[in-house]
Nanobody
Framework: VQLQASGGGLVQAGGSLRLACVAS????????MGWFRQAPGKEREFVAT????????YAADSVKGRFTISRDNAKNTVYLQMNSLKPEDTAVYYC?????????????????WGQGTQVTVSS
C-alpha cells in the first residue's frame, strides 16, 4: 500500500490543523493505521493509532485530549485532527499502516510509511 500525507503547515500556538493520509489500493480496511512524528534531532515517536474499523483508538499522553485520530474506509483515508497546538508539536508527521491484529504504538509493527508532512507551531 502507498500512503500520501497532507495538511501540514505553519500555525500559531493554540491553533488547529487536520492532517489527512490517503492510501492506495482496495484493502485499506485491513490495516491498522497510525500517526507518528519526528522532531529535528529526535527519534520518531508514536502519536495515535486506530483499529481497522475504528472501534479502538489510542493516543500518546502528550497529545491526549488535543489530537483525535479517525478514518473513513470508504475514502481510504485516515485523519489526525490537531487542536490546541503547542510549539513542542512541531515535527514531521508520518502516517503508517500495520498488518498487526490490533492497535499498536510500536514503530516496528508498521509495514508501510507515508512521506511525511511538516507541522510547524509558532509561539
Amino acid at each position: 500500500v502507498q500512503l500520501q500525507a497532507s495538511g501540514g503547515g505553519l500555525v500559531q500556538a493554540g491553533g488547529s490543523l487536520r492532517l489527512a493520509c490517503v492510501a492506495s489500493g482496495r484493502t485499506f480496511s485491513m490495516y491498522v493505521m497510525g500517526w507518528f512524528r519526528q522532531a529535528p534531532g529526535k527519534e520518531r515517536e508514536f502519536v495515535a493509532t486506530i483499529s481497522r474499523v475504528a472501534i479502538n483508538t489510542y493516543a500518546a499522553d502528550s497529545v491526549k485530549g488535543r489530537f483525535t485520530i479517525s478514518r473513513d474506509n470508504a475514502k481510504n483515508t485516515v485523519y489526525l485532527q490537531m487542536n490546541s497546538l503547542k510549539p513542542e508539536d512541531t515535527a514531521v508527521y508520518y502516517c503508517a499502516a500495520s498488518t498487526a491484529r490490533g492497535v499498536s504504538t510500536t514503530k516496528g509493527d508498521y509495514n508501510y510509511w507515508g512521506q511525511g508532512t511538516q507541522v510547524t507551531v509558532s509561539s
